[in-house]
């Protein structure tokens, strides 16, 4: 099982950019799909963005897309997301998980989720 730790939240206004970081140990890393999700206050945690295996391709949900860019790299062992032009509805703590391609974008396909990020944007 890949272990996994998330950092880069915090406070920033709206408009702004933060770059969330996920290092994962173990050595199997490069064998899974690498996904990041956010729950907001009162809310189910959603997916937000998820990568292949070798970063080749991406997915994002519609309401990031053109805003946030996940990216990879595998000889750190670390899934970064970029995120830019911040909205208030951004806010939310933000977790990464380790899974298959195919199942990424479900949130139930995980059964282990780290402590997450926390991301304030302020309006």
């Known amino acids: 099982q890949v272990q996994l730790v998330e950092s880069g939240g915090g406070l920033v206004q709206t408009g702004g950019s933060l770059r969330l970081s996920c290092a994962a140990s173990?050595?199997?890393?490069?064998?899974?799909?690498m996904g990041w999700f956010r729950q907001a206050p009162g809310k189910e945690r959603e997916f937000v963005a998820g990568?292949?295996?070798?970063?080749?391709?991406?997915s994002y949900a519609d309401s990031v897309k053109g805003r946030f860019t996940i990216s990879r790299d595998n000889a750190k062992n670390t899934v970064y997301l970029h995120m830019n032009s911040l909205k208030p509805e951004d806010t939310a703590v933000y977790y990464c998980?380790?899974?298959?391609?195919?199942?990424?974008?479900?949130?139930?396909?995980?059964?282990?989720w780290g402590q997450g990020t926390e991301v304030t944007v302020s309006s």
């Open positions: 990568i292949s295996r070798s970063g080749d391709f991406t």
């Open positions: 173990g050595r199997t890393f490069r064998s899974y799909a």
């Open positions: 998980n380790a899974g298959t391609w195919a199942t990424m974008r479900n949130v139930r396909s995980y059964d282990y």
